[in-house]
Structure formats: structure tokens, C-alpha cells
């Protein structure tokens, strides 16, 4: 299993930037998809941007070009940049991976960090 821990989330003026962390421990083999998610209380988890083992990125459209994914393989640790914040990107973010060892596949989740823009 796979430990993610996230950092960097907080209160933020709307214009804004943030940058949030996502380490990764434990058991770490062949990873598949690194990404980020968001959740509003009352509103399903929505995905924000993901980045695949292949190098390709995707972003949901409504961050595109303010957001940024990107990842240090060397420290297991992968980002996400996010300017020009609105008060609409205030949710609770979590990193996820998902691994193939073998023939499992499994998804694994941080315990999500704040973020919050006032306008």
C-alpha cells in the first residue's frame, strides 16, 4: 500500500496561487496515473488534472491554463500549481495514484488538504 501525504493547501485571496504537494511512501511500484481531485461538501469528487506514466497530461476544462500538474519522479512527490484562483476552486484537493503490481491494479488517496478562495 501507498502512503500520500499532501501539503500546501490554505486561504488564498481570488487571483491568487497555490501550490500543493502530494509525497508518496511505502510500497511504490509501477505507477500508471498520478492526479489530483477535488470535493465540495454536498457535491461528488471531481477530478482536476492527471498525468500518466507516459508523460501526458489532462486537465478538466475549467482549469485549464491555470493549473499545472507536474511530478519529480526522484522524490516520488508530484505537484499541482494552481494560479489566478477563484472563489469556484474552493474545495478539499487529494492527490491519488493508481499502481499495477502484476496484474492488480489499486488506487490509493491522501487524506485531501483545504483550499480556500475569498473573493
Known amino acids: 500500500q501507498v502512503q500520500l501525504v499532501e501539503s500546501g493547501g490554505g486561504l488564498v485571496q481570488a487571483g491568487g496561487s497555490l501550490r500543493l504537494s502530494c509525497a508518496a511512501s511505502?510500497?511504490?511500484?509501477?505507477?500508471?496515473?498520478m492526479g489530483w481531485y477535488r470535493q465540495v461538501p454536498g457535491k461528488e469528487r471531481e477530478w482536476v488534472a492527471v498525468?500518466?506514466?507516459?508523460?501526458?497530461?489532462n486537465y478538466r476544462d475549467s482549469v485549464k491554463g491555470r493549473f499545472t500538474i507536474s511530478r519529480d519522479n526522484a522524490k516520488n512527490t508530484w505537484y499541482l500549481q494552481m494560479n489566478r484562483l477563484n472563489p469556484e476552486d474552493t474545495a478539499v484537493y487529494s492527490c491519488m495514484v493508481q499502481q499495477l503490481s502484476g496484474t492488480v491494479l489499486s488506487t490509493d488517496w491522501g487524506q485531501g488538504t483545504q483550499v480556500t478562495v475569498s473573493s
Open positions: 498525468t500518466h506514466s507516459g508523460g501526458s497530461t
Open positions: 511505502g510500497s511504490i511500484s509501477t505507477i500508471i496515473v
